[in-house]
Each structure stands twice: as structure tokens, then as C-alpha cells.
């Protein structure tokens, strides 16, 4: 565990972020940057008497600069996060996931920084070509947040081969758990708990046997410290549970979890998601050290626990 260092999260306040925040806090000197575009002080109740939080945004690079310059360890999570919201306005997108970027890079060619690590995202392999998918697997992004995200990616490592900054990129599969925003552009766990809170039916795009690989965020905080702390160990890693489950799966389980029955409706499949994603872990498992510890029937189930109580 990483101790007594100086740390920047951007996007602390977010649903992962914030998180992550929560298990450095105590033994850490970390700053949050986050703008609450869709972070909430809320999430930051836990840590907020041990963190300093700026409220600022990483387009203003000025602010990056003078927070980067004596930071040991960036954890950059802050971004445009979602496919709909890309296709909606896919220049914000690139302003945010790309440029962005681009700022904190540069600005650590001016800082000390022991180790980048960068938010990634499985959306950039769009469909798989072949099951599980390992980080060699062809690239084919098919949504503007997947190309913002891809496009990032290569600004680390081009930064890493070019100025010597050492970076890791994780790419998160299908993320859920407490802190989650249920809106309409959300991941599908939560929207599936905000319906049944609501007694609406389950909108189900397609006929549900398109496959997610569902990670709890307890597990992708847990591959950030072993990023940060394994230094030496620099790439890309899929960050995932390498366990498949089907949609309507999903909503079996829901239904059973919430002892809730309701109707199924089922819509035509939105543009840009992928049909199937299930991840190879074991580069990460070797290198990092990472196994994710949470199943999903489990993870499903501390989930309702939580949005019972909030």
C-alpha cells in the first residue's frame, strides 16, 4: 500500500474515483481535482478531513501545471465517461478524454512523477474478433468516447517513449457499485435497480444475450494501488472479473436480489455497444498481482444493501 506519498486523483469525486480516494487518503498527502460535472461532494464524505479538493477542470492547463508540478503519483480517471453521451456531442468528448490528457502529460515533463496511471477502457476493442479478449486483441473502437479513449491511451505511452514518463494504462471493463449514477447514459446494473426502485419495467436492448464482464469497483481500486506500487511494472492491463454474463442474466439476478418480479421490455440495441466482452486477466494477474475477489451475485447483492440505505 502506498504510504506517506504526495498523490493527485483526477476525478476524485467521481464513482470511482472517489473510491480509490477513500483507500489513500488516510496514509496519503492526496489532492482531488474533480469540476462535479458528474462527481458529488457526496461520494467525498468519507475522506474530505483528509484530502485537499480542488474544484477545477483538467481543459485548464495553467491549474494542471501548478498542481502536477510536485505530485508523485497521478491517478487520472477524470473523463466524458459513456457511448451515448459521446455520439450526443462527440467534440466535448475529444476536448475532455483527449486534450484533457494531453495537459497532464505535459505538464509532468515539468513535475517528478513515479508513475501515470491512466483510466482506460475495454470499449476500445469493440467486438471481439475472439473470446476472452487479451490486451493483443485488434483495437476497432466503434463509438466517439471508445476513439477519445483509445486516442489517450496513445498519448501515454507516446509520452512514455518519447519523455520517459512512466505509465500504465488500465482498461476497465464493465464497472459497478455503490456511488453509481443511474441516469440514462449509466451503466445497465444501476439503471436495472433504479427501475425496480421505480416499479418500471426492465428495457433490455436487443434480446439480452449480449455478455458484459462485470468488475466490482472495490476490485478496479484494488488494481490502481498495485499499479502505482509495482513501479517498475509499466503497459497496458485489462482490469476485469473474467466472468461472463449475459444481460438477461443480469436481470434474473436483479429480480432475484430485489425480490421484485417485473416485466421485461425488450427495445432494438443502441448504436456503438459492443455484443460480447469477457476479458483475459492473467498479464495483470501475473504482473500486478491482481485477483479480483468480488463475484457478482455477491457484488450485486452489497450493491441493493447500499441503495436500500441511501
Same mark, same amino acid.
Given at each position: ?76 480517471? #477524470? !473523463? *466524458? ?6 455520439? %450526443? ?9 483527449? +486534450?484533457? @490528457? ?119 481500486? #484494488? !488494481? *490502481? ?6 513501479? %517498475? ?9 473474467? +466472468?461472463? @454474463? ?65
Amino acid at each position: 500500500m502506498l504510504k506517506n506519498a504526495r498523490i493527485l486523483v483526477t476525478g476524485g469525486a467521481g464513482f470511482i474515483g472517489s473510491h480509490l480516494v477513500d483507500r489513500l487518503s488516510s496514509e496519503n498527502e492526496v489532492i482531488v481535482l474533480d469540476n462535479l460535472a458528474s462527481g458529488s461532494l457526496a461520494n467525498l464524505e468519507q475522506s474530505k478531513d483528509h484530502i485537499t479538493l480542488i474544484k477545477g477542470d483538467i481543459l485548464d492547463k495553467p491549474m494542471i501545471e501548478s498542481i502536477v508540478a510536485d505530485v508523485e503519483f497521478i491517478f487520472h480517471l #477524470a !473523463a *466524458n465517461v459513456g457511448n451515448i453521451k459521446s455520439i %450526443e456531442d462527440p467534440y466535448f468528448d475529444m476536448e475532455v478524454n483527449i +486534450k484533457g @490528457t494531453l495537459n497532464l502529460l505535459e505538464a509532468c515533463l515539468n513535475s517528478n512523477v513515479r508513475k501515470f496511471v491512466y483510466s482506460s477502457s475495454a470499449a476500445i476493442y469493440g467486438d471481439a474478433i475472439y473470446l476472452p479478449i487479451d490486451e493483443s486483441h485488434p483495437l476497432n473502437p466503434e463509438s466517439p468516447y471508445a476513439v477519445s479513449k483509445l486516442a489517450a491511451e496513445k498519448y501515454c505511452f507516446a509520452f512514455h517513449k518519447v519523455h520517459g514518463i512512466p505509465t500504465i494504462a488500465l482498461r476497465y471493463f464493465n464497472v459497478y457499485g455503490p456511488r453509481q449514477g443511474s441516469s440514462q447514459y449509466a451503466n445497465v446494473i444501476p439503471i436495472f435497480f433504479r427501475r425496480i426502485r421505480d416499479k418500471e419495467p426492465l428495457t433490455i436492448f436487443g434480446d439480452g444475450n449480449q455478455t458484459r464482464d462485470f468488475i466490482n469497483v472495490k476490485d478496479v481500486v #484494488a !488494481a *490502481n494501488i498495485l499499479a502505482a506500487e509495482t513501479e %517498475e511494472v509499466l503497459g497496458i492491463f485489462n482490469i476485469a472479473s473474467s +466472468k461472463s @454474463t449475459s444481460v438477461n442474466e443480469l436481470a434474473d439476478y436483479v429480480i432475484d436480489i430485489t425480490n421484485y418480479q417485473t416485466k421485461r421490455i425488450y427495445a432494438p440495441p443502441r448504436k456503438g455497444e459492443v455484443l460480447h466482452s469477457l476479458a483475459d486477466i492473467s498479464a495483470s494477474k501475473r504482473s500486478l498481482g491482481f485477483s479480483p475477489s468480488m463475484n457478482i451475485a455477491d457484488g450485486l447483492r452489497q450493491y441493493f444493501e447500499y441503495l436500500k440505505a441511501h
